[in-house]
């Protein structure tokens, strides 16, 4: 008979032990309390249990992983026995993303990076939780109808949040952890170019805000009210953000996502983006595909500050103005902006998706 203790029973011994969980990961005060919560969600009934280093290594490099990401990654693949704490922690979050499956409504908040002092092992956490629920994932995706080449794209935007946070920060991880809780929990696709995720408008941290009012809201109608569905479009590092490509993305995801998730009205898409500023039009000229862009939308009235995310996007870097160089127009633009004082705002916009069938 096997000595092999099952994970099920394994669990609520240490979860029992939570104060020496929270020391073995270096946690702070936040970082307990998320471990309360996580510690709360009952495990399901399929056990975790990771792939091996070789399957480990095929999926990161089919999801686009950098070499040494992957091999990093690989190297420090947790166990129940000799990396007790990581593990648990990995048990708990894939419990909670299984149990919110399909459903929106995760904030950013609720998944931190780990501590720096954990190293390297602390940051490969994010990329073994991709592996802890790749094979979920993929069968939600077969149940939801998802294409086979829509899946893996969509889960291949791992490597390029693995790439980012490499040429922020010099290390292995994920750069925005709660992004990727979108892709595992199936309310996220990408097709072709763009990206796109389901929610209902005024619900959840997926909303756009701006949005209408109430009573503007009201009188555009359906589709675009409080509680009516709707799809985020989502702009990931890439290719060029041509006309033609935003065309085919558009037709085809609103086909797909009629398909992969029903309701009786979807009537429009939204994007949320310091990319729909329209002062950006004057930067950028009227040949700018980014301008092109903004064309498709409808703009909501009002904005907030995107100075962030402009940065982070265009250089990966929120390094002083007089250390940051130039290479390309967008970024020569950007500079040239922010050098003279100025600031960029992040817009939100609408197209209606039979406009795009």
């Not at 495990?43 to 999926?59: D, H, K, Q, Y």
């Not at 500079?335 to 998706?353: E, I, K, Q």
């Amino acid at each position: 008979m096997s000595d092999a203790v099952p994970t099920q029973a394994r669990a609520p011994r240490l979860g029992e032990h939570l104060d020496q969980i929270r020391a073995g990961l270096h946690l702070d005060a936040t970082g307990a309390a998320w471990l309360s919560e996580l510690a709360s969600f009952p495990l399901p009934v399929t056990p975790l249990v990771l792939p091996g280093p070789r399957r480990s290594a095929e999926i990161l490099e089919r999801l686009a992983c950098p070499p040494e990401a992957v091999a990093d990654a690989v190297a420090t693949l947790p166990g129940p026995e000799r990396d007790p704490e990581r593990f648990f922690l990995l048990e708990r979050c894939r419990a909670r993303l299984l149990a919110g499956m399909g459903q929106p409504g995760l904030a950013r908040g609720a998944w931190p990076q780990l501590p720096k002092s954990l190293g390297v092992p602390g940051g490969c956490f994010y990329l073994h939780l991709v592996l802890a629920l790749f094979e979920d994932v993929r069968a939600e995706h077969r149940r939801l109808g998802v294409p086979d080449d829509v899946s893996w794209a969509t889960l291949a935007d791992l490597g390029r949040h693995v790439a980012i946070q490499r040429a922020s920060t010099g290390r292995t991880g994920v750069d925005e952890p709660w992004w990727m809780t979108l892709h595992l929990r199936a309310i996220l696709i990408e097709v072709g170019r763009l990206q796109y995720s389901t929610f209902r408008l005024g619900e959840g941290p997926e909303s756009p805000l701006p949005w209408y009012d109430d009573a503007a809201a009201e009188r555009l109608g359906e589709g675009l009210r409080p509680g009516d569905a709707t799809l985020g479009i989502h702009i990931p590092a890439g290719e060029p953000l041509s006309p033609a490509a935003c065309a085919q993305s558009l037709a085809r995801a609103g086909e797909l996502s009629a398909a992969i998730w029903p309701v009786a009205t979807r009537r429009v898409a939204t994007c949320c983006s310091w990319l729909l500023d329209d002062q950006l039009a004057g930067m950028l000229g009227p040949s700018s595909n980014i301008v092109a862009f903004q064309q498709r939308f409808v703009l909501v009235p009002g904005a907030v500050e995107g100075d962030h995310d402009v940065r982070t996007f265009v250089f990966r870097s929120m390094a002083p103005l007089d250390q940051l160089s130039a290479t390309t127009s967008l970024q020569r633009a950007v500079l040239t902006h922010l050098r003279a004082g100025g600031h960029f705002l992040r817009r939100t916009g609408w197209v209606a998706l039979d406009e795009e069938a």
